[in-house]
């Protein structure tokens, strides 16, 4: 029989159910360590929609990265031209001016190394490989749950 004095007990009537303020909730992943590495490294939210682009900086901020916001394609390359360029762009598909799926081309055609999420309502397969074929690296469909961005 081995001696139990050293290991920590809580009897069932003292441990909370209660998650602590600075961890993820069950349901959600834990962005913490990716933030970590990545946080210097802006993302560009290219997003026209008001709400859209306000959730998606408050989950970006939540998870300890800094977004770059613009409100059309045009912004958002501008954003991604700049010399220390975000590697990272969240793009809707539907803007005014240049839409998501001409920032993934041009971005493709300058050879810039930038991992980018196609963010539309646009769910129907022919889209998906449209923007695939467009060199979206990622295909999200809105709305979307925060765990799988």
């Given at each position: 029989?081995?001696?139990?004095?050293?290991?920590?007990?809580?009897?069932?009537?003292?441990?909370?159910?209660?998650?602590?303020p600075?961890?993820?909730k069950a349901?959600?992943?834990d962005?913490?360590?990716?933030?970590?590495?990545?946080a210097?490294?802006p993302?560009?939210v290219?997003?026209?929609d008001?709400v859209?682009r306000?959730?998606?900086?408050?989950?970006?901020?939540?998870?300890?990265?800094?977004?770059v916001?613009?409100?059309?394609?045009?912004?958002?390359?501008?954003?991604?031209?700049g010399?220390?360029?975000?590697?990272?762009a969240?793009?809707?598909?539907?803007?005014p001016g240049?839409?998501?799926?001409?920032?993934?081309r041009?971005?493709r055609?300058?050879?810039k190394?930038?991992?980018?999420i196609?963010?539309?309502?646009l769910?129907?397969?022919?889209n998906?490989?449209e923007?695939?074929?467009?060199?979206?690296?990622?295909?999200?469909i809105?709305?979307?749950?925060?765990?799988e961005?």
């Amino acid at each position: 029989m081995s001696d139990t004095k050293d290991i920590p007990f809580s009897p069932p009537w003292q441990i909370s159910n209660l998650e602590k303020p600075d961890q993820p909730k069950a349901t959600e992943l834990d962005a913490r360590p990716a933030a970590a590495r990545f946080a210097q490294m802006p993302i560009v939210v290219a997003e026209d929609d008001l709400v859209s682009r306000t959730l998606i900086n408050s989950l970006m901020e939540k998870w300890g990265f800094k977004a770059v916001l613009t409100q059309d394609g045009h912004e958002a390359m501008a954003a991604l031209r700049g010399e220390q360029g975000p590697t990272l762009a969240l793009l809707d598909w539907m803007m005014p001016g240049m839409d998501g799926l001409e920032v993934c081309r041009r971005v493709r055609e300058s050879k810039k190394m930038v991992y980018m999420i196609m963010l539309t309502s646009l769910c129907a397969k022919e889209n998906i490989v449209e923007g695939l074929h467009a060199g979206a690296d990622d295909y999200l469909i809105k709305p979307f749950d925060k765990n799988e961005l």
